[in-house]
Protein backbone atom coordinates (compact mmCIF):
# COMPACT_ATOMS: atom_id res chain seq x y z
CA UNK A 1 0.00 0.00 0.00
CA UNK A 2 2.98 2.15 0.72
CA UNK A 3 3.97 1.91 -2.83
CA UNK A 4 1.24 2.88 -4.26
CA UNK A 5 0.75 6.07 -2.08
CA UNK A 6 4.66 6.77 -3.48
CA UNK A 7 3.53 6.54 -6.52
CA UNK A 8 0.59 8.61 -6.72
CA UNK A 9 2.23 11.45 -4.57
CA UNK A 10 5.71 10.78 -7.77
CA UNK A 11 2.92 11.30 -10.14
CA UNK A 12 1.19 14.23 -9.11
CA UNK A 13 4.39 15.96 -8.69
CA UNK A 14 5.56 14.85 -11.89
CA UNK A 15 2.05 16.79 -13.35
CA UNK A 16 3.00 20.10 -11.20
CA UNK A 17 6.41 19.97 -12.58
CA UNK A 18 5.48 19.73 -16.24
CA UNK A 19 2.66 22.42 -15.77
CA UNK A 20 5.59 24.22 -14.75
CA UNK A 21 7.93 23.20 -17.50
CA UNK A 22 5.07 24.05 -20.15
CA UNK A 23 3.90 27.68 -18.89
CA UNK A 24 7.65 29.50 -18.03
CA UNK A 25 8.89 29.15 -21.18
CA UNK A 26 5.31 30.35 -22.45
CA UNK A 27 5.72 33.21 -20.45
CA UNK A 28 9.19 33.77 -21.82
CA UNK A 29 7.25 34.07 -25.23
CA UNK A 30 4.97 36.89 -23.97
CA UNK A 31 7.84 38.62 -22.06
CA UNK A 32 10.05 38.74 -24.77
CA UNK A 33 7.50 40.18 -26.95
CA UNK A 34 6.28 42.70 -24.14
CA UNK A 35 8.12 46.30 -24.65
CA UNK A 36 6.66 48.15 -21.67
CA UNK A 37 8.19 48.47 -18.20
CA UNK A 38 4.24 47.68 -16.73
CA UNK A 39 4.64 44.58 -18.58
CA UNK A 40 8.50 43.55 -17.75
CA UNK A 41 7.30 43.87 -14.22
CA UNK A 42 4.46 41.46 -13.79
CA UNK A 43 6.00 38.90 -16.19
CA UNK A 44 9.02 39.03 -14.04
CA UNK A 45 6.77 38.78 -10.64
CA UNK A 46 4.75 35.54 -12.24
CA UNK A 47 7.90 33.89 -13.69
CA UNK A 48 9.35 34.24 -10.46
CA UNK A 49 6.50 32.66 -8.40
CA UNK A 50 6.26 29.94 -10.77
CA UNK A 51 9.64 28.86 -10.98
CA UNK A 52 10.32 29.57 -6.99
CA UNK A 53 6.77 28.35 -5.44
CA UNK A 54 5.46 25.66 -8.14
CA UNK A 55 8.46 24.38 -10.26
CA UNK A 56 11.44 24.20 -7.73
CA UNK A 57 9.08 22.19 -5.17
CA UNK A 58 7.65 20.17 -7.62
CA UNK A 59 10.86 19.21 -9.14
CA UNK A 60 12.44 18.07 -5.51
CA UNK A 61 9.25 16.14 -4.69
CA UNK A 62 9.46 14.16 -8.02
CA UNK A 63 12.94 13.68 -7.68
CA UNK A 64 12.37 12.72 -3.62
CA UNK A 65 9.58 10.31 -4.80
CA UNK A 66 10.75 9.17 -7.66
CA UNK A 67 14.22 7.82 -5.82
CA UNK A 68 11.93 6.48 -2.74
CA UNK A 69 10.12 4.22 -5.36
CA UNK A 70 13.76 2.54 -7.03
CA UNK A 71 14.78 2.35 -3.08
CA UNK A 72 11.70 -0.41 -2.87
CA UNK A 73 12.51 -1.57 -6.40
CA UNK A 74 16.29 -2.16 -6.70
CA UNK A 75 15.98 -4.46 -9.27
CA UNK A 76 14.80 -1.74 -11.70
CA UNK A 77 18.66 -0.74 -11.69
CA UNK A 78 19.20 -3.72 -13.71
CA UNK A 79 16.99 -2.65 -16.10
CA UNK A 80 17.70 -0.32 -19.75
CA UNK A 81 14.41 1.31 -19.36
CA UNK A 82 15.18 3.03 -16.36
CA UNK A 83 18.56 3.87 -17.40
CA UNK A 84 17.37 5.40 -19.73
CA UNK A 85 14.84 7.52 -17.95
CA UNK A 86 17.27 8.34 -15.41
CA UNK A 87 19.19 10.59 -18.23
CA UNK A 88 16.38 12.01 -19.36
CA UNK A 89 15.41 12.91 -15.93
CA UNK A 90 18.93 14.31 -15.49
CA UNK A 91 18.91 16.04 -18.82
CA UNK A 92 14.97 17.41 -17.72
CA UNK A 93 16.77 18.95 -14.71
CA UNK A 94 19.02 20.89 -16.68
CA UNK A 95 16.74 21.98 -18.96
CA UNK A 96 14.48 23.16 -15.66
CA UNK A 97 18.07 25.14 -14.25
CA UNK A 98 18.24 27.08 -17.70
CA UNK A 99 14.91 28.00 -17.48
CA UNK A 100 15.95 29.42 -14.12
CA UNK A 101 19.23 31.25 -15.28
CA UNK A 102 16.74 32.59 -18.69
CA UNK A 103 14.38 33.96 -15.63
CA UNK A 104 17.62 35.84 -13.83
CA UNK A 105 18.35 37.04 -17.30
CA UNK A 106 15.23 38.92 -18.06
CA UNK A 107 14.65 39.74 -14.28
CA UNK A 108 18.28 41.54 -15.48
CA UNK A 109 16.80 42.88 -18.15
CA UNK A 110 19.27 41.22 -20.35
CA UNK A 111 17.36 38.67 -22.77
CA UNK A 112 18.70 38.85 -25.52
CA UNK A 113 16.40 36.41 -27.92
CA UNK A 114 13.09 36.48 -29.74
CA UNK A 115 9.91 35.52 -29.32
CA UNK A 116 10.12 33.38 -31.83
CA UNK A 117 13.10 31.39 -29.99
CA UNK A 118 11.24 30.85 -26.98
CA UNK A 119 8.46 29.83 -28.99
CA UNK A 120 10.59 26.49 -29.98
CA UNK A 121 12.37 26.86 -26.80
CA UNK A 122 8.81 25.96 -25.30
CA UNK A 123 8.41 22.46 -26.94
CA UNK A 124 11.53 20.62 -25.41
CA UNK A 125 9.59 19.16 -22.63
CA UNK A 126 7.08 17.87 -24.06
CA UNK A 127 9.81 15.68 -25.90
CA UNK A 128 11.12 14.62 -22.93
CA UNK A 129 7.76 13.84 -21.25
CA UNK A 130 6.75 11.70 -24.79
CA UNK A 131 10.45 9.69 -24.10
CA UNK A 132 9.69 9.09 -20.33
CA UNK A 133 6.35 8.09 -20.19
CA UNK A 134 7.21 5.76 -23.68
CA UNK A 135 10.16 4.08 -21.52
CA UNK A 136 8.37 3.74 -18.01
CA UNK A 137 5.01 2.51 -19.98
CA UNK A 138 6.20 -0.01 -22.83
CA UNK A 139 9.89 -0.63 -21.14
CA UNK A 140 11.32 -1.31 -24.83
CA UNK A 141 14.59 -2.24 -23.47
Avoid at 122 to 138: D, S, Y
Wanted: aromatic content about 16%; glycine content about 6%.
Amino acid sequence: MLYLWIKALHLIALVCWFAGLFYLPRLFVYHAASSDTLGHERFCTMERKLYRGIMLPSMLATLVFGLWLLYLNPAWLKMGWLHAKLLLVLLLVGYHHVCGAQLKRFARGENARSHVFYRWFNEIPVLFLLAIVILVVVKPF
